[in-house]
């Protein structure tokens, strides 16, 4: 099993940065990729950013040249590096994990990020 522990959300006014991280933790399982989701109220959950253990990437076209995604492949953690943040980028951040060979979802809980105008 695979635990998903997401930090780093919070408020922050327009223009501003934020960092997620995402550690994952448990045992008997390998990593293929990991990466950030969102869900605005009203709205589907989307893909905003993620990689693979071997570090390529793939981002929403809305976040593309503000937003960067990495990982620390010793520590099973992966980071979103969040900056020009619009009051559009308000949302539920959800960490997602795809584990290698059985191809697991996992998801985080999920961390509050609200940009103000």
């Known amino acids: 099993q695979v635990q998903l522990v997401e930090s780093g959300g919070g408020l922050v006014q327009a223009g501003g940065s934020l960092r997620l991280s995402c550690a994952a933790s448990g045992s008997g399982f390998s990593i293929y990729s990991m990466g950030w989701y969102r869900q605005a109220p009203g709205k589907q959950r989307e893909l905003v950013a993620d990689?693979?253990?071997?570090?390529?990437?793939n981002y929403a076209d809305s976040v593309k040249g503000r937003f960067t995604i990495s990982r620390d492949n010793a520590k099973n953690t992966v980071y979103l590096q969040m900056n020009s943040l619009e009051p559009e980028d308000t949302a539920v951040y959800y960490c997602?994990?795809?584990?290698?060979?059985?191809?697991?979802?996992?998801w985080g809980q999920g961390t509050q990020v609200t940009v103000s105008s």
């Open positions: 997602k994990l795809i584990t290698r060979y059985s191809s697991s979802n996992y």
């Open positions: 990689i693979t253990y071997s570090r390529n990437t």
